[in-house]
């Protein structure tokens, strides 16, 4: 029977298995031994030794080591025992189908050239952008940041409640006879409620003002801790009988909760700055699909 390997597809079938029995060898092998993650470290700054030779061309560790920088952070947790001797066959197919493909001369291929040039300005652009801003991203000015968020939003007060949602005014008037009984409120939203949060006993955690419709906020926000409404609340999805489980003020997060976030936000600052500050330096000419000048912009 012939084998599908040989193809694009059967080659892409492969990259799959290959994928795949990283993914199994996780569990198999003993949790002391080295991993991906402590080669990949490791081996920076070493001597470089050939691990595989495919027609004459090597393959060095740094190309493992590489291919490794690439895979999903669960493969980098994996031990290297498992990883290495499946990733090397994978380098090798690599090679040999490079190999196969440089000896009909696709890489004079217009569009390889193409793709490789397009390749080539993402690159180039990713890497001036970094480089620009990298340095200017420091924990001093993520601080100052961080100080400004703060002052821009002030903790707020928020509820805990739970709420019984039902179509109709008499339905709620009936679940409110029943906690008027002693039954429990969230036995009730569990049996009666036709919202979501029914499972959890009509549990909606904690919210401030502006996270709920104006009927429902205002209501629960009027109300004690402990305190269940006196009559249904309609709004828009229906009736509701709320309980107010607590009241506080919301914690501001901290530097660290938020830091990534603000690295991100300034990072996309600085780069809009960036590339501000060469649009005013460059010459700029636009035309329309049809090549003709289109009107200056504003």
Not at 102 to 123: T, Y
Not at 134 to 155: A, C
Request: hydrophobic share 40%; charged share 30%.
């Amino acid at each position: 029977m012939s084998s599908s390997f040989g193809t694009p597809v059967g080659a892409a079938r492969r990259a799959r298995c290959v994928t795949v029995a990283l993914a199994l060898a996780l569990g198999a092998a003993a949790a002391s031994a080295q991993t991906v993650g402590d080669a990949i470290k490791s081996g920076a700054g070493k001597d470089d030794p050939i691990v595989a030779r495919v027609n004459g061309v090597e393959i060095h560790r740094s190309d493992v080591l590489h291919a490794l920088e690439t895979m999903p952070p669960q493969v980098q947790q994996m031990p290297m025992t498992q990883v290495y001797p499946l990733l090397l066959e994978r380098l090798i197919d690599g090679k040999l189908v490079i190999g196969a493909g440089r000896a009909q001369k696709l890489q004079d291929d217009g569009e390889i050239k193409r793709k490789v040039a397009d390749f080539e300005s993402r690159a180039i652009q990713e890497a001036y952008l970094s480089r620009a801003v990298t340095g200017k991203v420091t924990d001093g000015v993520l601080r100052k940041k961080y100080e400004t968020f703060i002052n821009d939003n002030p903790p707020q007060e928020e509820v805990r409640a739970r709420h019984i949602l039902v179509t109709s005014e008499k339905a709620a008037q009936d679940a409110l006879a029943e906690l008027k009984k002693g039954t429990d409120f969230a036995t009730v939203a569990r049996a009666k409620s036709t919202d979501g949060s029914a499972r959890d006993g009509g549990d909606l955690g904690y919210f401030s003002r502006g996270d709920m419709v104006a009927e429902f906020s205002d209501a629960a926000f009027a109300m004690k801790a402990g305190e269940i409404s006196k009559t249904p609340v309609k709004s828009q999805f229906g009736w509701h009988l709320i309980k107010v489980e607590d009241r506080r003020v919301s914690p501001a997060p901290s530097f660290e909760e938020t830091k990534e976030q603000l690295r991100t936000e300034l990072s996309q600052e600085l780069v809009g700055e960036v590339v501000e500050d060469l649009r005013t330096k460059a010459k700029i000419e636009r035309f329309g699909l049809d090549g003709k000048p289109l009107a200056p912009t504003k």
